[in-house]
Nanobody, 122 residues
């Protein structure tokens, strides 16, 4: 059974950094596609970044490109999102997702974590 557990959220000042982690189990980590998504209050869930673990190809939304970096550690079955230069508009619950044939299509992901909250103070 697939299980994804996010950690690393918290409160940070604008311009600061956070590193989110997603520990996975029960998935074919080396062959799957993993993603980060976020959802702010009263807003729809938004694609943030994805990585194809087989090819290492990465995908980013325009809003985070150049500030966020997605990576994975196959030895630990862990997905990471390094977030730099955080802004108040980045505040949201961040979720990791796994297993999709379409990396940027959140509706195509089969497995989701419970989320971790990121708060950015201005």
């Amino acid at each position: 059974q697939a299980r994804l557990v996010e950690s690393g959220g918290g409160l940070v000042q604008a311009g600061g950094s956070l590193r989110l982690s997603c520990t996975t189990s029960g998935i074919a980590f080396s062959r799957t596609t993993l993603a980060w998504a976020r959802q702010a209050p009263e807003k729809e869930r938004e694609f943030v970044a994805a990585i194809d673990c087989a090819s290492s190809r990465t995908y980013y939304s325009d809003s985070v490109k150049g500030r966020f970096t997605i990576s994975r550690d196959g030895s630990k079955n862990t997905l990471t999102l390094q977030m730099n230069d955080l802004q108040p508009e980045d505040a949201a619950f961040y979720y990791c997702a796994a297993n999709s044939v379409s990396p940027t299509d959140l509706d195509a992901y089969n497995y989701w974590g419970q989320g971790t909250q990121v708060t950015v103070s201005s």
